[in-house]
């Protein structure tokens, strides 16, 4: 509606104005809350592309942002130069408008991102019509006493619509962890699967390296079988990270080997130099082999993976030539539950971006006209010496 669109603009005007007078510097905690309080907003925090929270009007700085609240597809948009302005955002029975600006640093390029969000105080116009209208229309048809039994039916109703939102919210959160869970166990059973039955067809003679290796391989994913059994045991919270720095090109090569397994058709090149980060090796490779498995499932003959370090990041592209992704997906395309291929679950990428964020980095996939697809993962690389 018109008033939307003002209250839209209005809000722009502020985080522009912010960013200009903010300069190449990186603000304070205090010149946020200045900020905030100027433009009755009820949040202001700087971001950097890692997603840490670098100053906040009323929080901490230095510590990783909450994704509950930070919109990190819009923060990536926002640190390519793309501001946005949207409403939608809610806690409670209060409704928040969210902006995201880049913030330049003073070679021009954008190093972080400025959050403003905007409550009660700052979208009050717009909840005052719609109750202005209600009460209009209650008045003219039923009247003072009308209208006192509508609002306290509301007010009953929508305390009861809170209890449902909340236990529903509850309900998805096991569903997801559910479906989690299951889609991530059918990669490792086909890893178990074609060990067993390559052990099986040499049980008449000794073992082999090869057998050592295939019931090595049994070992290692039940033993990972056993981490998500345990993960899903922990629904209230997410799975720990046990970082530790580790060889990118090793975790990779093991995800690697694992596919050739599993498809002995598909050629997987790699091109790895060691580059060192802190990461969680397990589910490090839990999203190489993601990865790895959309390409062969997708008809790829072959997988490039190369890797290089620049601007303090580990940057590895995953490029295969199978049937690449569909225009009309590509936009939600990490959305939990949206497959590019018929008969997918549409977890596994979701679940391989969120490992990677909680890494601290991103998964993207990259721009081409080309045949198949390509993703670009980021990670910090690490400071441990």
């Known amino acids: 509606m018109a008033l939307d669109r003002v ?13 200009g007078l903010l300069g190449a510097g990186q603000p304070s905690g205090e010149a946020l809350r200045a900020l905030m309080q100027a433009n009755g907003l009820e949040g202001a925090y700087l971001v950097s592309p890692a997603l840490e929270v670098l100053a906040d009007a009323t929080g901490p700085s230095g510590v990783r942002a909450d994704l509950l609240r930070l919109d990190a597809t819009r923060a990536r948009l926002a640190l390519s130069g793309q501001a946005s302005v949207a409403f939608g955002y809610s806690v409670g029975e209060l409704h928040v408008a969210t902006a995201f600006f880049p913030v330049p640093g003073a070679d021009g390029s954008i190093r972080s991102v400025l959050v403003l969000e905007a409550g009660q105080s700052f979208v009050g116009a717009r909840q005052t019509l719609h109750r202005a ?17 509508a609002a306290w039916r509301w007010s009953r109703a929508e305390e009861q619509r809170r209890l449902a939102s909340a236990k529903a919210v509850r309900g998805d959160a096991l569903a ?3 479906a989690m869970v299951a889609h ?15 052990t099986q067809a040499r049980a008449s003679d000794a073992l082999s390296e090869r057998d050592h290796e295939a019931l090595k391989d049994i070992l290692d994913e039940v033993e990972r079988l056993r981490r998500l059994t345990d993960d899903f045991l922990h629904l209230a919270r997410e799975p720990e990270l046990s970082l530790t720095p580790i060889d990118l090109a090793g975790v990779a090569r093991e995800a690697a080997v694992g596919l050739e397994r599993s498809y002995p058709s598909v050629e997987v090149r790699l091109e790895l130099p060691m580059l060192m980060v802190d990461a969680d090796p397990g589910r490090l490779r839990q999203v190489f082999a993601n990865l790895l498995t959309n390409a062969a499932q997708a008809g790829a003959r072959s997988i490039a993976l190369k890797s290089e370090s620049a601007d303090g990041f580990a940057r590895v592209e995953v490029r295969d030539d199978g049937v690449g992704i569909d225009h009309a997906v590509r936009a939600q395309l990490f959305d939990p539950f949206v497959s590019a291929r018929q008969g997918g679950t549409g977890l596994g990428l979701a679940i391989s971006r969120r490992l990677v964020e909680r890494h601290g980095g991103t998964l993207t996939l990259m721009a081409g006209d080309g045949p198949g697809a390509a993703f670009e993962l980021r990670l910090p690389l690490s400071s441990r010496k």
């Open 7 to 19: 209250l839209e603009e209005r809000l722009r005007g502020a985080g522009e104005t912010a960013v």
């Open 176 to 178: 997801r962890m559910a």
């Open 133 to 149: 209208l209600w009460a209009g229309v209650a008045l003219a048809t039923l009247g003072a006493l009308a209208l006192a039994l």
């Open 184 to 198: 991530e166990i059918r990669n490792p059973l086909g890893i178990i699967r074609g060990a067993v039955e390559l």
